[in-house]
């Protein structure tokens, strides 16, 4: 079956652009996580959805940082004014909520490049 | 402050040699560690530990979890080149009507032929 789809999977763009990161969640997958990735850092967290409960933004790093998830399923995340510290990989995980099984499956990523 | 630590941050041995990699937490209302291989950009499950289930094995790779002493161990035998990869833990806890992983940082494993 289909799994956690991103896209693009390569972003170069210049310091001061906005960009836009779309994630697929697996079908019925009601919790979509985005996670970034700077190089040699671990997974930081930014930003939780799960079905139709208000989003958990603790870890979006400034306001320039937007997401949204439109019908439950397709997500995507904003990045305003872009910035050189910006530059990392951007994952995207969903799982099929369950306080028991936590399982998280992850896409395959954006890098994005701020020049 | 809720963390998961992972040590060593960086660990080369050579193919067929055993390495146990650690993860240590401090983490409230824990409710799963999670083991992930992460190889290019996503990394990819291992094996989930629960309190009802505190071992795990597959194929040459195990992992254990010590709630007492708050940690879990993940064992890799026989290493091969295609075991290089950064290893992942993370610690689930059901934070309100959310859910939440922490991550440690990952230890970066190297082998060499």
């Known amino acids: 079956g289909a799994g956690v789809s991103q896209s693009p999977s390569n972003k170069v763009t210049e310091k001061g652009k906005d960009v836009e990161l779309r994630c697929d969640p697996i079908s019925g997958h009601t919790a979509l996580y985005w996670y970034r990735q700077s190089l040699g850092q671990g997974l930081e967290f930014l930003i939780y959805?799960?079905?139709?409960?208000?989003?958990?933004k603790s870890g979006l790093p400034s306001d320039r940082f937007s997401a949204e998830r439109t019908g439950g399923s397709v997500s995507t995340l904003t990045i305003q004014r872009t910035q050189q510290e910006d530059s990392a990989v951007y994952l995207c995980a969903s799982s099929l909520y369950d306080r028991v099984v936590d399982e998280q499956y992850f896409g395959p990523g954006t890098r994005l490049t701020v020049t | 402050e809720d963390k998961v630590v992972q040590s060593p941050l960086s660990l080369v041995v050579h193919e067929g040699d055993t390495v146990t990699l650690n993860c240590s937490y401090e983490v409230t209302n824990f409710r799963s560690l999670l083991w992930y291989k992460q190889e290019k950009k996503a990394p990819t499950f291992l094996f989930m530990l629960t309190s009802s289930g505190i071992e795990k094995k597959s194929g040459r790779l195990s992992s254990i979890l010590d709630k007492k002493e708050l940690s879990s161990i993940l064992n890799i035998t026989a290493t091969q080149t295609g075991d290089s990869a950064i290893y992942l833990c993370?610690?689930?806890?059901?934070?309100?009507?959310?859910?939440?992983?922490?991550w440690g940082a990952g230890t970066k494993l190297i082998i060499k032929p």
């Open positions: 993370a610690v689930g806890r059901p934070l309100a009507s959310n859910y939440q992983l922490i």
């Open positions: 959805f799960q079905g139709n409960s208000a989003p958990d």
